[in-house]
């Protein structure tokens, strides 16, 4: 019951940003939009979330866009370690319980 | 400050057999929820607890049960194993859900 589409995958170059799409078109008022990532063998890892606005933090930008209808997550300067499958969750907040992971972007970093 | 901790990291049980997974939330979280991760397939909802009683669970049969103890630690029970339940087994504590979830790096249970 994911409400989100990604790409199924994508390559990115060492050093380059990575720009990771993701449409939410039936995106509630009340939902945010959340990223999280899991490297191989590893939990998901919380990236980053937004309701409206841009948001930035030490790991990632994530810009929405004005009818908030799709979104973009923007890993700066990709590194090999960055290699994951991202997942873009949409969810209310403290009040949804559950994220619902679709299957996600497997992105790949290349040096 | 300690993450998330689940225990065994591995597991091989038998069809029909039981099993009892075990998850240690990061300090201060008073959520905890369950997931199940398929190979290929991202990770499911199975339930959640926030300060010992369960407030949401997902599309999973009653034989998948859980636990939450006052030290906010948890455990996942499974019942009548079946080959189907194998998966990851992952584990996320809260202290507030608006914000992100910390997951541990989960237990992988193989039924044969």
């Known amino acids: 019951d994911a409400k989100t589409t990604q790409p199924p995958s994508m390559d990115c170059a060492e050093g380059r940003a990575a720009n990771l799409p993701c449409n939410h078109s039936t995106i509630s008022g009340n939902e945010y939009v959340y990223w999280y990532r899991q490297i191989h063998s590893q939990g998901p890892q919380y990236i980053i979330h937004?309701?409206?606005n841009n948001e930035t933090n030490e790991m990632a930008s994530l810009i929405i866009t004005e009818d908030r209808k799709s979104s973009t997550l923007i890993l700066p300067h990709a590194t090999l370690r960055d290699t994951a499958v991202y997942y873009c969750?949409?969810?209310?907040?403290?009040?949804?319980?559950?994220?619902?992971f679709g299957a996600g972007t497997t992105v790949t970093v290349r040096a | 400050e300690t993450g998330v901790t689940q225990s065994p990291t591995h597991l091989i049980k038998t069809r029909g057999q039981q099993v009892t997974l075990r998850c240690s939330s990061q300090s201060g979280h008073n959520t905890v929820s369950w997931y199940q991760q398929a190979l290929g397939q991202g990770p499911q909802f199975i339930f959640q607890y926030y300060r010992e009683e369960e407030n949401g669970r997902g599309n999973f049969p009653p034989r998948f049960s859980g636990l939450q103890f006052p030290n906010y630690s948890s455990e996942l029970n499974v019942n009548a194993l079946e080959l189907d339940d194998s998966a990851l087994y992952l584990c996320?504590?809260?202290?507030?859900?608006?914000?992100?979830?910390?997951f541990g790096s989960g237990t992988r249970l193989t039924v044969v």
């Open positions: 969750i949409v969810r209310v907040g403290s009040n949804d319980y559950k994220l619902s």
């Open positions: 937004g309701l409206k």
């Open positions: 996320a504590s809260s202290q507030d859900s608006v914000y992100g979830y910390t």
